[in-house]
């Protein structure tokens, strides 16, 4: 059997794998590059004949035999069958002989067989033994855990593939070029996460659905692939080929920083709070609270979420509540300068948020009423559907602008108020990579305090 790593797939192989003949068309079509007569090797004349009429928008004739052995595509690898294959030997008959037969010797050792799928390495196992071991060495946390496992599975789900070992570059290529007809919204309700991933691509390719994840999402994905393929070519027991690289196929980032940030425009931010699941007459739940907290202090969603039920003080000296940001029972921090205390902002107290905590406070645990919709969710994404319905029937959809974007405008905001860079990166958690270590928790309470008082209010006075 040859080998031919080329990342073109027969017709055939599309329908194998449940595409309709539009879908296949449109897949090839997109391509930006003309497969050449190296790419065809191994193919069936009928194959190549198929892919070329598809590509050129030509009406298929009828099948025809091929005498031909047609290639067969296991994964997006090419494995066809050895051209001009010798004949056999021909056995002569057998004659009588009074000649002794040989004596009997030990047979040469056969060539190794290919790797069963017992001596393989399951990908997801393995994927979560690494996340198991670097959790309990303190290289990652519990965010980058969640997301390096979300990687993992959909890489598995869109490729096929079930063994390390069978990760190859084309694999890498076929992940890519799937993550690129992924609908924008997908697999945001639980309905639609029971769903396989493909079919919600062919249902998004026939109503024509907005694809296409973002080029960060895809690099971030194959960064995580990435991790997972260096350790297993640094584990002797994983034959896995060296030569994989994922950094070949990451789609460039014409985008600058800059421009990614999506922020929260005042009026947006006043039109949110008038939502009825957020306004004054709404109900003193998880989201109300998580949310006026985001707004009002720029922290991360998971970083409020997962608040434990004493981590809001009162210093003793200033007398000034503040959020006692740190790694907890029930989640991490996404790297050491996000250790801090951040100051209640004024309004957060006006509408009765310590009232809220010190009824908390007696009930061991999470501060706010969330949990784990499932063992790899955050706990922000147990309000998440409430909150995109608040925010999309406030300021509509289409604009890229998420519960992040809180975080976003209180950042821009307190820039424009000229606080200066080492105040904004000790309540932001930010390395603003001044000489001082921990921001957060050496600062002077009322300094933050006067800052984050700065941040407008979400509602019109």
């Known amino acids: ?24 068309r449109r897949f090839i079509k997109a391509r930006p590059e003309r497969p050449t007569d190296e790419d065809f090797q191994g193919w069936s004349k009928h194959d190549v004949a198929e892919y070329l009429m598809f590509l050129d928008g030509e009406d298929l004739p009828a099948a025809t035999p091929d005498s031909a052995p047609a290639s067969v595509v296991i994964h997006n690898h090419y494995h066809a069958p050895s051209p001009d294959p010798s004949p056999a030997p021909t056995t002569p008959p057998a004659t009588a002989t009074t000649t002794p037969p040989a004596p009997v010797t030990a047979a040469s050792p056969d060539p190794a067989p290919a790797a069963s799928p017992a001596s393989k390495t399951p990908l997801i196992p393995y994927a979560e033994d690494l996340n198991e071991r670097q959790l309990k060495g303190n290289h990652i946390n519990d965010g980058s855990a969640r997301d390096f496992l979300r990687a993992l599975n959909l890489f598995a789900e869109l490729t096929g593939i079930e063994f390390v070992e069978d990760i190859t570059q084309v694999s890498l290529t076929k992940f890519v070029d799937l993550m690129r007809e992924i ?225 976003h405008s209180a950042t821009q905001h307190l820039l424009d108020q000229e606080v200066i860079e080492a105040t904004r990166a000790a309540i932001f958690g930010h390395d603003s990579g001044i000489e001082g270590g921990t921001y957060g928790g050496d600062w002077n309470l009322e300094t933050l305090q006067r800052a984050v008082n700065l941040l407008p209010s979400v509602r019109n006075k």
């Open 1 to 24: 059997m040859f080998f031919f790593p080329f990342p073109f797939e027969t017709v055939r192989s599309y329908r194998e794998q449940g595409f309709s003949d539009e879908e296949t």
């Open 183 to 407: 609908p924008k919204d997908s697999r945001r309700s639980e309905k639609q996460r029971e769903i396989p991933m493909l079919e919600i691509i062919r249902d998004a390719i026939e109503n024509d659905t907005p694809r296409g994840l973002s080029v960060t999402t895809i690099n971030k994905n194959l960064v995580h692939v990435g991790k997972l393929i260096r350790h297993a070519k640094a584990d002797e027991s994983v034959n896995i080929s060296q030569r994989i690289n994922p950094s070949i196929v990451r789609p460039k980032d014409t985008e600058s920083k800059k421009d990614k940030r999506v922020m929260f425009s005042g009026d947006d931010i006043i039109k949110i709070f008038k939502h009825r699941l957020l306004n004054m007459s709404a109900e003193r739940n998880e989201l109300f609270w998580i949310a006026h907290c985001a707004a009002l202090s720029g922290a991360r969603k998971e970083e409020i979420s997962g608040l434990a039920h004493d981590e809001v003080r009162q210093d003793p000296d200033s007398g000034i509540w503040f959020f006692d940001i740190k790694p907890n029972d029930f989640r991490g921090l996404k790297n050491g300068q996000s250790k801090r205390r951040v100051p209640v902002h004024d309004d957060l107290i006006k509408i009765g948020f310590i009232d809220y905590v010190k009824s908390r406070q007696s009930k061991p645990g999470l501060l706010f009423d969330v949990r784990k919709k499932s063992k790899n969710a955050a706990y922000g994404d147990f309000f998440d559907y409430r909150w995109r319905k608040a925010m999309t029937e406030s300021i509509g959809s289409g604009h890229g602008k998420t519960f992040h974007s809180f975080r």
